[in-house]
Every structure is written in structure tokens, then in C-alpha cells.
């Protein structure tokens, strides 16, 4: 039997947590031979911490093989202790009449105070995604409070954008998702992100040529992807859980257990390639193997994806100097 891995889990008690934590718990996000004890974070709010207390008897009554341990804690020096994966789900909902620059500032606080507890007593290998909304800016907070992590270990979920993109294409196209290859989200997980099919492939043919539609992609593909979180809202009365896990569990997997060559969608700090400035968490093509990420290189760029690259850079660079202060 394989050392458990632990993995820390925040809004734990949330929907997405709903969605998570059962399918982590049975092998579906680090394989089914691999055992994992979840430390749970839920704010210190009686309602936050009992509804946990729920999630975890759920838990305990599923008798999932590879469950060896579970922590329930509202400490985020509890919850991160010698994490090896941190899933930061939890964050602070925009309320009746806030700002999104008030949204910023309440995440800014929360993210801080995580990324320094990651620093403090994460294992030095902990990967992170950032779940909770604004995630790429949330991320860059934790990485930058956490001088000790290497910032390649901060990532941010692009994957519900890339997923719902694949299944876009696959719809127009007539082409299962799964012969699908090479698509790419660029920039913020947010409805100005860029998800461009210029390089994707069927069986090795061109998918942009199969569809040959330019109008279809800038009138219908880009708006339905964009705007799809709003779409499920408006159609559920709830936003998007069990795909939002969906696409958690599939970026973690693939970011250990590797993607085989296939391209895939995270949000990663830049190295400057593309023209997006050092440091910022955007949406990038990669490739995993042995537990680390490769950005996929060299693509070219043409003038509209230009265009539409920097229209998400800008509000990512907007985010992130609204936050700057706090960050010293
Ligand atoms: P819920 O409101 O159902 O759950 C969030 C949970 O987080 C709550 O139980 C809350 O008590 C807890 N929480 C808040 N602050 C916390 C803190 N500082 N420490 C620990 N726990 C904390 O929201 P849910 O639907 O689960 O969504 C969670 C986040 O995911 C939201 O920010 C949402 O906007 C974001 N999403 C991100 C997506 C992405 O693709 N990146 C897609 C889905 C989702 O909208």
C-alpha cells in the first residue's frame, strides 16, 4: 500500500466540496491505489463547522477503502499542515450591492492568510489550485504570501473554461471530446477568457478547417463559453458545482499522474512568454509529466487572438493592482 497523500480542501462544506470530496475520497482524482487523508477548512461560523461536521459522517458512512484519515478543522495551519495538495474551493461570494473591487479586497484578505499558512506548513512540494472566484488573481495572492513555495507550485482552475469549450466543438463539429486535441483557454477564469481551437485537432485533421466557421466562433463558440457560468446560474438557480469539481479533479490528476502529450488548460504564473508579464496567473496550454507542468511553446499568434489575449491581460493586470497594497 501506497503513503497516503494529504489533501487540503477549503469551503469544504460548500457545493463544490459536495461535489469533491466523495470522488477524492475514492481514488477518482490521485488513482485507486493511492490512499488520502483530507483536511478540511470551513470558516469559524457554528452553521460553517456543523454543516462540515455533515459532510464528514457522510464521509465516514461511505467506508471508502482509501480514505485513511480526515481532519475537520476551521485553522488554516491545521488544514495545510504538510499538505500535499491544497484545493483553495472556499471564498467570499459577491453579496447584495458589493463592488467587484470590494469582492477583491474580501478574497485578498482570505487568500493572504492562506498562502501564508501554506508557506508555513505545507509540504515544500504542495500543489495548489486556486478554485474559489476571482481564482487567477486569488492565486497570485497566495503565491505572492508564500515567498518560501516555489511559485510554480500556485495554479489556478482555467479547466471548467477548457471543458466546456471541448464540448462546444464537439457538438458543432459532430466529433466525440474525447478525439479532440490541442485546444487552448488563454488568460482569466472570467467571460473575457480566450478559448481558441486554431491549433486543435480531430484524428490529426484540423478542427478550424472541419468547422470552418469563423462567424459561428466569434458570434456563438467564444460568447457560450464565456458567459456559460451565467447561463447555469440563471438556468439552476445555483452555480456550476459538479462541474466545477469535475474540472478540479481533472486538473490535479493530470498535473500528478500526467497528460500523455495531450495539452491541457492551467492557469500558471507566467514566465513572460507570449507577452504575458512575468508573475501573472494566466491560462496557458500545458503538458504534464512526473508531477510538473510544461507550458506549451512557440504557438503563433495572430492579430485576433492578440487582440483577445490582451482584453483578459488587461483585467487580470486591473485585478492585480487593486490588490497591490496588501501585498507590500
Ligand atoms: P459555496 O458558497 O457553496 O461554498 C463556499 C464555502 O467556502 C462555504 O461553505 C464557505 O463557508 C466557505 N468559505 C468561505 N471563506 C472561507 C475561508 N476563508 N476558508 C475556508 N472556507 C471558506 O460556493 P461554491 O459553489 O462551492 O463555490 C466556491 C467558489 O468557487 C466560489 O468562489 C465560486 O465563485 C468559485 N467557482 C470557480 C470556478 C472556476 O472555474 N474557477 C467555477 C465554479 C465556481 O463558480
Known amino acids: 500500500m501506497k503513503a497516503p497523500v494529504r489533501v487540503a480542501v477549503t469551503g469544504a462544506a460548500g457545493q463544490i466540496g459536495y461535489s469533491l470530496l466523495f470522488r477524492i475520497a475514492s481514488g477518482e482524482m490521485l488513482g485507486k491505489d493511492q490512499p488520502v487523508i483530507l483536511q478540511l477548512l470551513e470558516v469559524p461560523v457554528e452553521k460553517a463547522q456543523q454543516a462540515l461536521k455533515g459532510v464528514m459522517m457522510e464521509l465516514e458512512d461511505c467506508a471508502f477503502p482509501l480514505l485513511a484519515g480526515m481532519v475537520g478543522t476551521d485553522d488554516p495551519n491545521v488544514a495545510f499542515k504538510d499538505a500535499d495538495v491544497a484545493l483553495l474551493v472556499g471564498a467570499r ?6 463592488e467587484r473591487k470590494d469582492l477583491l479586497q474580501e478574497n485578498a484578505k482570505i487568500f493572504t492568510v492562506q498562502g501564508k499558512a501554506l508557506n508555513d506548513v505545507a509540504s515544500r512540494d504542495v500543489k495548489v489550485l486556486v478554485v474559489g ?4 488573481t486569488n492565486a497570485y495572492i497566495a503565491m505572492k504570501s508564500a515567498p518560501d513555495l516555489p511559485a510554480k507550485n500556485f495554479t489556478a482552475m482555467l479547466r471548467l473554461d477548457h471543458n466546456r469549450a471541448l464540448s462546444q466543438l464537439a457538438a458543432k463539429s459532430g466529433k466525440a471530446v474525447a478525439e479532440i486535441e490541442n485546444m487552448v483557454v488563454w488568460g482569466n477564469h472570467s467571460p473575457t477568457m480566450y478559448a481558441d481551437y486554431r491549433f486543435a485537432t480531430v484524428g490529426g485533421e ?3 478547417t472541419l468547422i ?3 462567424e459561428w466562433n466569434r458570434t456563438n463558440f467564444l460568447p457560450t463559453v464565456g458567459k456559460r457560468g451565467a447561463a447555469i446560474i440563471e438556468a439552476r438557480g445555483l452555480s456550476s458545482a459538479a462541474s466545477a469539481a469535475n474540472a478540479a ?3 490535479i490528476r493530470d498535473w500528478v499522474l500526467g497528460t500523455n502529450g495531450k495539452w491541457v488548460t492551467m492557469g500558471i504564473p507566467s514566465d513572460g512568454s507570449y507577452g504575458i508579464p512575468e508573475g501573472v496567473i494566466y491560462g496557458v496550454p500545458v503538458t504534464c509529466e512526473n508531477g510538473e507542468y510544461k507550458r506549451v511553446e512557440g504557438l503563433e499568434i495572430d492579430e485576433f487572438s492578440r487582440d483577445r489575449m490582451n482584453h483578459t491581460l488587461a483585467e487580470l493586470e486591473e485585478e492585480r ?5 496588501l501585498l507590500g
Open 249 to 251: 479533479i481533472d486538473h
Open 321 to 325: 493592482a487593486g490588490v497591490a497594497h
Open 206 to 208: 484540423s478542427l478550424k
Open 93 to 98: 461570494p459577491r453579496g447584495p450591492g458589493m
Open 212 to 214: 470552418n466557421d469563423e
Open 133 to 136: 472566484n476571482p481564482a487567477n
